[in-house]
């Protein structure tokens, strides 16, 4: 497929997305704004695990740092954006912490310390009642008023930017190469003089930022939180969401985003909630069987 015709076709997808607010109900618009809050948290797996390697099973708990931090300083008066922006500093701040010990583990040792401190984030926002209310929720969050077309037209001009971003680094910069580098071959990075430690370190802060502003923008959308919200298995529905869409492909990553949101809340509306789970298996099984290289790599191939 020439890249002419790749570009229109993207030029194309990009327009009918911005004119569905004009055709769809409010029920799926509010599902599109969610995927679409959501994929910006895949995107983090997508540099923290696509780009470098790095495996990651606790990007629920810096989500849940970015909501809460936006939720409780809303509520005190702070301003919703100057709150947001401390959520995604905060939420970099950790995984920058995090990273110091966690750049230094491999393989099933990294899982698990990652998955150990979205277990942590989530115990604090449980037990933390004094802060968080705890279990009781943190609910009616003040945000700026914003209609559902506009928050939909927000967050996919949001999402585009990040996409853009994320597809210039992997294709066109230096530091995507780094990162690759450090990816396939740790020996040969070094020797090449990449400091292994530092690109790590940068990695987990950059993909905690990403995911504090998935939080942020989704506690100011649904403005109310809960500790159930980022526990460990959102983690790994985050997780499941980037292999199907390909893990180190965000536009493969924003397709499958949307697709398993839309459509277990769309079986939801039908009665049969059990459906919900039995999709996202059944997708994930043919992934793994017919689509390794999930979604994105299904369009790679297209493209060629």
Known sequence: MSRRLVR?????????LAVLPLTFGTFWINMMITALIFSLAVFSINLLTGLTGLLSFGQAGFVGIGAYTLGVLSKQG????LAGLYGVLLAMLCGFLLGLPAA?????????????????????????VEITRGPMGLIGIPTGGIDKQTWYLIMLAVCLVVLGALVYI???????VILKMVRHDEIAAQASGINIFAVKLIAFTASAALAGLSGAL??????????????????????????????????????????????PEGLRTLGEDN???????????????????GIGGLLERLRR
């Open 170 to 176: 992997d294709r066109f910069s230096t530091l995507g």
């Open 218 to 263: 989704f506690a100011a959308y649904v403005r109310f939180l809960t500790p159930d919200l980022f526990n460990e298995q959102e983690s790994f529905r985050y997780m499941m969401m980037a292999v199907v869409g390909g893990i180190g492909s965000p536009l493969g990553g924003v397709i499958a985003t949307v697709l398993l949101t839309t459509i």
């Open 104 to 128: 230094r583990l491999k393989g099933h040792y990294l899982a698990i310390g990652t998955l150990g401190f979205g277990i942590l984030i989530f115990q604090l926002l449980t037990n933390s």
């Open 275 to 293: 459906y919900r789970l039995l999709v996202y298996g059944t997708m994930v099984l043919f992934v793994l069987w017919f689509l390794p290289s």
């Open 8 to 16: 229109t076709a993207l030029i194309a997808a990009v327009a009918m």
């Open 78 to 81: 702070h301003p919703p954006i």
